[in-house]
C-alpha cells in the first residue's frame, strides 16, 4: 500500500479549523509544515503533497461585494514549489509533490523549478500536473474569463511533452567535469529540444542536468474524461476522490487500461484516492468526533463551499431542504461536480445534506471509525482493486494527523500492507516506478 500525507491546511473539513484542538495558523507556518513532513517521514509514508491555486478562492464573486465566501479557511497559502525546497532540506526519505498548473505557467520554467528541486531533496521531487480549476485564477492573468475546460487539456498535453521533453536535455554521464582535459561536458551529450507546436516553442537544452531519479515523478489529479486519458499518457501518481468501491474500481480500471495506447503498463501508476480519517477508540467515540466538527460548520458556509461547483447558478435562492437543483455544467471542476451531483441523486440528498457533505471534506471519501475499521476499508480496496493508496487528506491539523500515524499506521504495518523500512532513497523507487529512460541516449 502506498501512501501519501496531502496537507490541505489549515484543514479539509471548512469548519476544522475552529475545533478547539486545531492550530490555525498552519496554512502560512513553516515550523508548523516541518513537524508534520518530519512526522509522515517518520510514519513511513511514500510523500506529502500541496494542491495550487493561483488565485483567492472565491475572489470572482468578492471582487463583486459577495461576503458569503469571505469565511471560507482555504484563502492564503505558502507558494508550494518553494515550500518544498525548504522541507527537503529537514528531511532524508519522504517524497515531495506539488501542483504547478499548465494553465498559468510555462514548460521552461516548469521544468527548472522540479528539476532543481529533485536536486535538492536527493531525488524525492514530484509535479502534479493540472490545468487550472477555480475560475478565479484567470482574474490574475489578463483574461476575463477562464480559459474552456478542453483548451485547457489540449494545452496540458503539449506542456508535459515540452517539460519531459527539457527533462531529457543532458543524458546521465553528460558532465565530465575533467580538470586535466579542460573539458566540462560531452556535447555530444547535450541534445536540443526544438518544440514547435499549437501552444509552445521551445528550443532547449534545459540548464539543469538530469536529476537523481531521471525526472522528477509526475503526479495528475483530474478525474474527467480528459484527465483520465491525460493521466493514461503522462502519470506517474494519480490523485483522485473517489467515495465508493465500485465506482473506484471502475475508475482504477479505467484508467490503468489507457496505459497501453500510450506505450506504458498499468504498473507505471499508483492509483491514490483521497481519504479522510476520523478515528475514535470506539465507534460512537469517533462518530461523535464527526458531529462534533460537523457542529461548527454553518449553513452558510457549506453552500459556499459547494457554489464552487454550480457554475455560476446561485443555489441560496433554492430550499435547502429541497432536492438539490439541475445545475449547468461547469467549466471548471468537471468531473467532481459529476461526483456531488451523483451522490445527491443516489442517496436523495436535500440541499443542505449534500452541501454539508461536501464541505465536510471537498468530495473526498470520509471514513468514521477505530483504527482497526479504519485499515479494514484501506485494505479492502487495494486488495480489490480500487487503489493502490491513499492520500490522506486531514479536517484540521495537527490532531487527527498524529492520531493516524499513531494509531492507524501500526495498524497496517501489523497485517503486513504498509512498510516498515524505506525500500530506497528516491521517491520512485519508494513508490516501485521505474526510471523514465533518456530518449536520446535510448536511440
Known sequence: MKLGAFFSTPGNHLSGWRHPSAVTTTDMDFRQYMALTQLAEAAK????????????????????????????????????????AALATGTTHIGLIATATTTFNEPYNIARRFSTIDHISGGRC??????????????????????????????????YDVVTGLWDSW??????????????????????????????????????????QGRPVVAQAGSSEPGMELAGKTADVVFTAQTEL????????????????????????????????????????????????????????????????????????????????????????????????????????????IARHTAAAQGHRVVVGTPKMIADEMEE?????????????????????????DLVIPELQRRGVFRTEYEGTTLRENLGLKVPPNRYAQR
Open 171 to 212: 543524458e546521465e554521464d553528460a558532465f565530465l567535469h575533467d580538470k586535466d582535459s579542460g573539458i566540462w561536458f560531452d556535447f555530444d551529450k547535450m541534445h536540443f529540444l526544438n518544440h514547435k507546436g499549437k501552444h509552445f516553442q521551445v528550443r532547449g537544452p534545459l540548464n539543469v542536468s538530469r536529476t537523481p
Open 126 to 159: 514530484g509535479w502534479n500536473l493540472v490545468t487550472s480549476q477555480i475560475e478565479d485564477e484567470a482574474g490574475n492573468f489578463g483574461l476575463e474569463e477562464h480559459v474552456n475546460h478542453a483548451a485547457r487539456y489540449e494545452r496540458a498535453a503539449e506542456f
Open 381 to 405: 480496496w487495494v486488495v480489490k482493486g480500487g487503489a493502490d493508496g491513499f492520500c490522506v487528506i486531514c479536517n484540521y491539523y495537527p490532531k487527527p494527523f498524529t492520531d493516524f500515524c
Open 45 to 84: 509514508f511514500d510523500t506529502i503533497f500541496f494542491q495550487d491555486t493561483v488565485a483567492v478562492g472565491g475572489s470572482n464573486a468578492m471582487a463583486h461585494g459577495d461576503r458569503s465566501k469571505a469565511q471560507l479557511s482555504r484563502i492564503v497559502k505558502l507558494e508550494p514549489t518553494a515550500l518544498l
Open 246 to 353: 465500485a465506482a473506484a474500481q471502475a475508475f482504477y480500471a479505467e484508467v490503468k487500461s489507457r496505459t497501453w495506447r500510450h506505450g506504458r503498463t498499468p504498473d507505471d501508476i499508483k492509483i491514490m484516492p483521497g481519504l479522510t480519517p476520523v478515528i475514535g477508540r470506539t465507534m460512537s467515540e469517533a462518530q461523535e468526533k464527526y458531529d462534533e466538527l460537523q457542529s461548527l460548520l454553518p449553513d452558510e458556509i457549506a453552500l459556499a463551499s459547494l457554489s464552487r461547483f454550480t457554475a455560476g447558478l446561485d443555489i441560496r435562492k433554492f430550499p435547502l431542504d429541497g432536492p438539490l437543483p439541475e445545475l449547468p455544467e461547469t467549466n471548471s471542476a468537471k468531473s467532481r461536480q459529476k461526483m456531488v451531483v451523483d451522490l445527491a441523486r443516489r442517496e436523495n440528498m436535500t440541499l443542505r445534506q
